[in-house]
């Protein structure tokens, strides 16, 4: 069923949104607040916004509309543009972090919560919306959570002072469980959007069971069932869900080169796999390669889609009707051991297993392919997510809401409370950066630290280095350390050999010794090289990522800038000798992330945690363990052992003076203006 999309050159589904307009419009009109809830893909987060815009909403002010992911962010405002026959930036535009694709113009914008967030930071009241869209609501991350919290203040005081009209916020959720939401927006009205789901066959493979939770066996146990998908079923399109960017890459890599699975020759593999048109879709991919998936493929040619749990609810594939579930979703997890945010592979909760099967049922009756065990399922999966507040570091939502003048941080009105411990937690970290003082104030320091979009403790080192006057050794390597996937990873198509050796190649380039160092000398040589695109191929590098650390450079710069304007911006002089200049600032910011050799190749670290850490191999240091006595760090990964990497050599006398600082004060005491 569709219709003509008016002169347009495409057709425009029927969804099942369209037959509830009048009823959202209406709501719309009589309640400042209400929740919108309908299955994935009944049009919510793209038809919505054009009725509201239409019905003449944006009059006073932008539509602004949330999503949780940087990636359905740009694609859904893209496809926005298009059917509003606009052109991007426009009417229709988009922000996230480092990327604002917006004008005078824009009267619907998407973007990331964490771009409202910041919005709120210079305008609490946010004067220049009409309409606040928080959608995606049931995925439940750390800035919708606090998103929620501060809009209901808004809700609660009725906000008239600052505005002209009062604020309407629209909460959307692709699940019915809503009643918790409306209860906490003063019991506001819910709209259910009516949808049709076709039957769907559901299947345990058995191929992963409860002693594999902990291993990767489940990538190649994944592509193995998507094989004998393509070679056994019907047509219709496949939909596998896998965990991130380098274990979809290798899943594309075996797909492609079917030659090089020698264990599945014999197996489901005689015949080839002609006729697959495999198409990966994960969060740091460049746009022009994420409009692929949304084209039909050729006649006779079967789409499979190798995607992150984006497509989900975030963004819906038309013609899918096969979904292979891998069962694990890679999470930010605060690691107690590490005493840090932690990417972490774990199994999806039975919820979001429902969601993923759901896919292969929008336009015709499906099947749902889990390579794992009912056992697995019941022993290892469990029933909903934990929201991201519950177990991430809260360090630089914490400050947000403290320069939003919420001081009481504990009794801060979250729909789901954290453990009082992290929030602790996270006032300890900001008090040891020195963006809050003893009263647990925001200090200066702490309102620069929040003008940029970084982790407060690079922030802090940069900031240091614009004291300093040598910002323009940290500026680059903050740009990369911003990025994501800069070294190319050795697949199939790419021989480990030479990618490590290229590797090499670069940090010898930089000293040999310092994986900062390396990313500043990648940054700095693409830059003044006259084919950067083919100085990163031979180098191993993605151009992509460092094509953007270039604009995000820019923008940091910008803010490095406007700071040094400032009266109370403090300027330092000194006598460090240059080649010591950028470990002496990482250090200001990262002297947590310290730590000092124990016994063999383990290191200890000096946050009071004392956790035995080991250098990744990826690191240029991997192998000089021996010649080392302190470390500094960038992150920390987590699997059997607690790997650190990016990481560089520092001198004991250089953090003497900052480590004491890492115990100083009881967290309690930084919560006092919570207790009294
Ligand atoms: P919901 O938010 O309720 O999950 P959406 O508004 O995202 O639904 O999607 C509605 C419809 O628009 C879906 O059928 C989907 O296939 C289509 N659609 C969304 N984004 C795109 C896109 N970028 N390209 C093609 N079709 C799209
Ligand atoms: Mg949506």
């Given at each position: ?31 400042p607040f209400?929740?919108?809830?309908g ?10 916004p ?39 930036g ?12 917006t004008?005078?113009k ?48 808004q809700f ?10 009062p ?14 939401l ?23 493979h ?15 146990e ?42 599945y ?6 015949s ?41 609810t975030s ?71 934990i ?34 411990r ?5 006032l300890?970290?900001?008090?040891q ?19 940029f ?10 900031i ?23 070294f190319?990873?050795s ?24 994986d ?19 100085w990163?191929?031979?180098h ?9 650390a ?15 304007q ?44 004392g ?13 000089q ?22 990481v ?28 009294e």
């Amino acid at each position: 069923a569709y219709e003509t999309g008016g002169e347009r050159q495409y057709y425009l589904p029927i969804l099942p949104i369209h037959k509830c307009k009048d009823k959202l419009l209406q709501t719309a009109r009589e309640h400042p607040f209400f929740v919108v809830t309908g299955e994935t893909g009944s049009g919510k987060t793209t038809q919505l916004p054009q009725y509201l815009y239409k019905a003449g909403f944006g009059k006073h002010g932008i539509i602004g509309v949330t999503q949780p992911r940087r990636v359905a962010t740009i694609t859904v405002a893209q496809r926005v543009a298009e059917e509003m026959d606009c052109s991007l930036g426009s009417t229709v535009g988009y922000q996230v972090r480092f990327d604002d694709c917006t004008s005078q113009k824009t009267a619907i914008m998407y973007m990331t919560d964490g771009c409202l967030l910041r919005h709120t930071l210079t305008d609490p009241n946010l004067t220049k919306f009409s309409t606040i869209v928080l959608d995606e609501a049931h995925e439940r991350s750390l800035s919708t959570d606090i998103l929620f919290g501060l809009l209901r203040k808004q809700f609660l005081m009725k906000c008239t002072s600052k505005r002209k009209y009062p604020l309407k916020v629209i909460v959307m959720s692709a699940t019915l469980d809503t009643e918790r939401l409306s209860e906490f927006f003063g019991s506001c009205p819910v709209c259910v959007i009516p949808g049709k789901v076709f039957p769907i066959k559901e299947r345990f493979h058995n191929l992963i069971g409860p002693r594999d939770k902990d291993n990767s066996a489940y990538v190649t146990e994944t592509v193995k069932v998507t094989l004998q998908t393509h070679l056994n079923e019907s047509a219709g399109d496949i939909l596998v869900f896998l965990t991130g960017q380098s274990e979809i890459e290798k899943a594309c890599d075996v797909l492609y080169n079917k030659a090089e699975m020698i264990d599945y020759r014999h197996d489901v593999f005689d015949s080839s796999v002609d006729g697959l048109l495999i198409l990966p879709l994960y969060g740091s991919m460049a746009t022009d390669q994420q409009k692929r998936i949304f084209l039909p493929p050729p006649k006779g040619i079967r789409k499979c889609v190798v995607a992150t749990n984006i497509a989900a609810t975030s963004v819906t594939i038309e013609g899918i009707r096969y979904v292979i579930d891998s069962g694990f979703v890679k999470q930010l997890n605060h690691n107690p051991r590490a005493g840090l945010d932690v990417l972490e592979i774990v199994p999806i909760s039975k919820s979001e297993a429902v969601q993923r099967a759901g896919r292969a049922g929008r336009t015709a009756s499906g099947k749902c392919h889990r390579i794992y065990s009912e056992e697995f399922w019941e022993k290892c999966m469990p029933d909903h997510m934990i929201p991201e507040i519950k177990r991430t570091s809260l360090t630089s939502v914490i400050l947000t809401l403290k320069c939003l003048e919420v001081n009481d941080v504990i009794r801060f009105p979250y729909l789901d409370a954290p453990e009082e411990r992290f929030i602790l937690e996270a006032l300890r970290k900001l008090y040891q950066c020195s963006a809050i003082d003893r009263g647990g104030n925001v200090t200066d320091l702490g309102r620069f630290i929040i003008e940029f979009p970084l982790s407060p403790n690079l922030a802090c080192a940069l900031i240091k280095a614009t004291s300093l006057g040598c910002e323009d050794l940290l500026l680059p390597v903050a740009a990369m350390l911003s990025v994501e996937h800069v070294f190319i990873q050795s697949g199939i198509t790419q021989k480990q050999k030479e990618v490590e050796e290229s590797h090499k190649t670069l940090s010898e380039m930089a000293g040999g010794d310092n994986d900062f160092a390396t990313l500043f000398s990648i940054f700095e040589q693409c830059k003044s090289s006259d084919n950067p695109v083919l100085w990163c191929r031979k180098h191993a590098v993605h151009w992509r990522a460092v094509k953007s650390a270039f604009s995000v450079e820019k923008q940091l710069r910008d803010i490095t800038n406007k700071l040094k304007q400032l009266k109370n911006f403090p300027v330092e002089k000194s006598d460090i000798p240059k080649n010591e200049l950028l470990q002496r600032c990482l250090c200001a910011g990262f002297f947590s992330n310290v730590a000092r050799r124990s016994v063999g190749r383990t290191f200890c670290t000096m946050d009071g945690n004392g956790s035995m850490v080991h250098i990744h191999p990826s690191s240029a240091l991997f192998g000089q363990e021996a010649s080392l006595e302190w470390i500094l760090f960038h992150n920390v990964l987590v699997t059997s052992k607690i790997f650190v990497r990016t990481v560089c050599p520092i001198r004991y006398e250089w953090v003497k003076d900052l480590l004491p600082k890492l115990h100083d004060v009881d967290a309690y005491e930084l919560s006092s203006v919570a207790r009294e």
